[in-house]
């Protein structure tokens, strides 16, 4: 199996010589290889993930399914070490969000301030940070349930907070218990990396980098005040996790947030595309849809484990096809395409505020 690097960035190829060279890597598939041990992991922890949502009664079955993609690795020590962060970074976003929701819900300026806030110091954080996974969850969960109480203001945001918290400890636990399993027939090792220091320009860019990414979310309350645009959530989530970038790049003065958003976009589109049609044709066939999700996670983990420049566009695609094949309380089509919608719409949020700074930067 190769490394997983969820944040390698290399050069973009041109679009034919990309696809060939995706058509070889997928040509030997399914070998057997520890490459594929790692896929059919990877997809054990999201069915039992999708298996406890619905005996647990969790409400966004998708996000917790994703959260088993995105903890799960074949070492049980990185895979215990991002669960930790994932379950900690989660909490303390939706409690903050909780305790401040009563005074920022008064005005959408306050609410706007707040989420720019939020997402630009976690995202600062997260880039500087050894613990940055677990920094990059708090700002995402904090934005989620801000937004979430921002579109539904005659509920309770408790239960909002609680519902965030229950799908990712389910996700996690599956995954922590999958990887444990997996070490017994698997044995690994794994020497963390030493922490380099930070340079001081590489905290500058890291700073005019995570400000991008919180002037965008600060854009959303006032999408939803005059629009009452659905799938917002998923919006904050793209703004997010698309500058969540390696320092390396912003050091060297790459264009990491623009590849990065190119790879969403394709990733994220041809996922969410394939699982809505999977939802249309398949009549809500149990048996279909769940061949679908299978094949749809190996997909995407096989492009993530791949040594192409186009890894994090297999994140992007298993995350599509998991929150739109598999909507809350079953099939779904209209609620898959509203989320991948979100997706979009955090995309061309995102955008505009890059080409400001980038015009003002030059």
């Given at each position: 199996m190769q490394p997983h690097h969820p944040h390698r960035h290399q050069p973009d190829t041109g679009p034919r010589a990309l696809l060939a060279e995706l058509w070889r890597d997928f040509a030997p598939w399914p070998a057997v290889s520890l490459r594929l041990a790692d896929e059919i992991i990877c997809l054990a922890s999201v069915l039992l993930a999708i298996f406890w949502s619905h005996l647990l009664g969790v409400g966004?079955?998708?996000w917790a399914a994703f959260s088993a993609y995105m903890v799960?690795?074949?070492s049980f020590a990185d895979s215990l070490w991002r669960g930790g962060l994932r379950v900690l970074g989660t909490a303390a976003g939706v409690a903050l969000a909780w305790l401040l929701a009563p005074q920022l819900m008064r005005a959408t300026a306050l609410?706007?301030?707040a989420l720019a806030l939020g997402g630009a110091i976690t995202l600062y954080l997260a880039l500087l940070d050894r613990r940055g996974y677990g920094w990059l969850i708090a700002g995402l969960s904090f934005a989620m349930v801000l937004v979430d109480g921002m579109q539904h203001p005659d509920q309770s945001l408790g239960q909002f907070a609680q519902a965030r918290l229950l799908e990712v400890c389910v996700g996690t636990g599956a995954a922590v218990l999958v990887s444990a399993l997996a070490m017994l027939a698997l044995p690994r090792t794994t020497q963390p990396p030493t922490p380099e220091p930070i340079a001081l320009e590489c905290r500058q860019a890291a700073f005019l980098h995570a400000l991008q990414g919180g002037v965008a979310l600060a854009l959303i309350p006032w999408v939803w005040r005059v629009f009452h645009l659905q799938a917002l959530s998923q919006s904050s989530i793209t703004i997010m996790a698309v500058m969540m970038?390696?320092?390396?790049?912003?050091?060297?003065l790459a264009a990491p947030a623009a590849t990065r958003l190119r790879h969403r976009l394709v990733g994220a589109g041809i996922g969410g595309l394939l699982a809505t049609a999977v939802l249309l044709l398949s009549h809500a066939s149990p048996l279909i849809m769940?061949?679908?999700a299978c094949i749809g996670v190996?997909?995407?983990r096989h492009i993530e484990n791949g040594k192409l420049p186009i890894t994090y566009?297999?994140?992007q695609f298993a995350l599509a096809f998991l929150v739109v094949l598999v909507p809350d309380g079953g099939p779904d089509a209209a609620l898959g395409i509203e989320r991948l919608a979100g997706i979009f719409l955090g995309m061309?949020?995102?955008e505009p505020v890059r080409l400001l700074f980038q015009r003002f930067a030059r």
């Open positions: 966004n079955v998708g799960i690795r074949t609410l706007s301030i970038v390696p320092m390396a790049d912003l050091a060297a769940t061949l679908a190996m997909v995407g566009a297999g994140t061309a949020l995102l």
